[in-house]
């Protein structure tokens, strides 16, 4: 079982910047995927970004591409989002999610936290 706890969705001016922190738990093989999701009012969740347990290359949805980062604190099983230049557009639930590998697809996710909400409006 792995646990996974958001945090760090806040209220943000357009072009601000905010990280998000996703604490996770459990068992967790070097092998698997973790990813950043969103879901926006009234559309479907959607991939953002992702990357290996291990390491390697990161992959990004290309409307964050450049602006988003994804991260791993090795020593605390921490993830992170970096959101730089933020747009209004980027409004929504944010969730991470752990898979036996590394997908864009939320259905071959296993792992869910429970959400954290970005806003960012003037």
């Known amino acids: 079982q792995v646990q996974l706890v958001e945090s760090g969705g806040n209220w943000v001016q357009p072009g601000g910047s905010l990280r998000l922190t996703c604490a996770a738990s459990?068992?967790?093989?070097?092998?698997?995927?973790l990813a950043w999701f969103r879901q926006a009012p009234g559309k479907e969740r959607a991939f953002v970004a992702g990357?290996?347990?291990?390491?390697?290359?990161?992959i990004y949805a290309d409307s964050v591409k450049g602006r988003f980062t994804i991260s791993r604190d090795s020593a605390s099983n921490t993830v992170y989002l970096q959101m730089n230049s933020l747009k209004p557009e980027d409004t929504a639930v944010y969730y991470c999610?752990?898979?036996?590998?590394?997908?864009?697809?939320?259905?071959?996710?296993?792992?869910w936290g429970q959400g954290t909400q970005v806003t960012v409006s003037s």
């Open positions: 990357r290996w347990w291990w390491g390697g290359s990161p």
């Open positions: 459990g068992r967790i093989s070097s092998s698997y995927g």
């Open positions: 999610a752990v898979s036996t590998g590394l997908y864009t697809d939320v259905g071959k996710y296993d792992y």
